[in-house]
C-alpha cells in the first residue's frame, strides 16, 4: 500500500514568504491526485517538497508509512515528469530511457537483461516500439513527453510525480496525452500526483483534485463533487465558474451552427 500523507506541512522562504501553509492532505493507494489552482497558490512547491527538491520548513510528508523530510530526491522511490522534456539530445530514445537505470550504483543496479526487459515493456506501453534508435530531435512533442513519462515509468517508483508536463503540448496533443496518462495510470495503478493550473485538465484526469490557493488547500473532493457543491466563493469562481464559461461558449458555438 503505497500511501502519501502531508501532515501540517510549511513551506517559509527566508524572506518570510509562505509558499505552503498548514497542509493537510492524504494521497491513497493507487490514486490519481490533481493538485490545481492558480500561479502562485503552492502546488508546484508541494510537489517539489514531495520529490525532495524543496526543503520543509515544518510538518511532515510519508510515503509508504517512511517519513521523508530529510531524504534525498533519489532515496524517495519517486519517479518525476517535468515541464520540459529533459532528454539528451546525443542519446537515442532507448538510451534515454534506460539512462537512469543504467547509472545505479551497487546493489540498485540492475542486470543488463531486466534494464532491457523494462525499456521494451516501457516502449510497448507508450508506443514508442519504432522510435528507439531515434534521437529526440526526431521526434514530436508529444513523443518526446512519452519518453520522459517512460524514463520516470521504466524505474517502477512507488509515487509519480507531474508537474505541468503538457503545457508545452498544443491543444491536439494535450488531449491526446490526457488520455495517454490516464490510460496508463488505470492500467499501472501506480499513486500519482499530478500538477496543474487548467481545469479542465484537473477535472478530467482525477480521482480527487486538491484545489490550492494562496499556499493553502481549499477543497479536496472527486472532481464532480468540488464542481457541484464548492467549499466557498475561491472553488465557485476558480473551477466552477470557468468550466461554466467554457461550456457556455461551447454550445453557443454549437447554436451557431
Known amino acids: 500500500m503505497v500511501e502519501v500523507k502531508f501532515e501540517n506541512v510549511m513551506k517559509k522562504y527566508d524572506d518570510g514568504t509562505i509558499a505552503v501553509n498548514n497542509l493537510n492532505l492524504t494521497v491513497h493507494d493507487g490514486e490519481f491526485l490533481v493538485l490545481v489552482g492558480p500561479s502562485g497558490c503552492g502546488k508546484s512547491t508541494s510537489l517539489r517538497m514531495l520529490a525532495g527538491l524543496e526543503d520543509i520548513s515544518d510538518g511532515q510528508i510519508t510515503i509508504d508509512g517512511n517519513v521523508v523530510n530529510n531524504l534525498a530526491p533519489g532515496a524517495r522511490d519517486v519517479g518525476m515528469v517535468f515541464q520540459g522534456y529533459a532528454l539528451y539530445p546525443h542519446m537515442t530514445v532507448s538510451e534515454n530511457l534506460s539512462f537512469g537505470l543504467r547509472m545505479a550504483k551497487g546493489e540498485a543496479r540492475l542486470p543488463n537483461e531486466e534494464i532491457k526487459e523494462r525499456i521494451i515493456d516501457a516502449a510497448n506501453l507508450l508506443g514508442l516500439t519504432e522510435q528507439l534508435d531515434k534521437k529526440p530531435?526526431?521526434?514530436?512533442?508529444?513523443?518526446?513527453?512519452?519518453?520522459?513519462?517512460?524514463?520516470?515509468?521504466?524505474?517502477?517508483?512507488?509515487?509519480?510525480?507531474?508537474?505541468?508536463?503538457?503545457?508545452?503540448?498544443?491543444?491536439?496533443?494535450?488531449?491526446?496525452?490526457?488520455?495517454?496518462?490516464?490510460?496508463?495510470?488505470?492500467?499501472?495503478?501506480?499513486t500519482t500526483v499530478y500538477v496543474t493550473h487548467d481545469q479542465i485538465e484537473a477535472m478530467t484526469l482525477a480521482d480527487r483534485i486538491a484545489i490550492m490557493d494562496n499556499g493553502e488547500l481549499q477543497q479536496h473532493a472527486p472532481p464532480l463533487t468540488a464542481y457541484n457543491e464548492p467549499a466557498n466563493e475561491f472553488v465557485k469562481g476558480f473551477l466552477c465558474k470557468h468550466i461554466d464559461e467554457i461550456v457556455d461558449t461551447a454550445n453557443s458555438i454549437l447554436d451557431s451552427r
Open 137 to 190: 530531435k526526431e521526434l514530436s512533442g508529444g513523443q518526446r513527453q512519452r519518453v520522459a513519462l517512460g524514463r520516470a515509468l521504466v524505474r517502477r517508483p512507488k509515487v509519480l510525480l507531474m508537474d505541468e508536463p503538457l503545457s508545452n503540448l498544443d491543444a491536439d496533443l494535450r488531449n491526446q496525452m490526457r488520455t495517454e496518462i490516464r490510460r496508463l495510470h488505470d492500467e499501472l495503478g501506480t
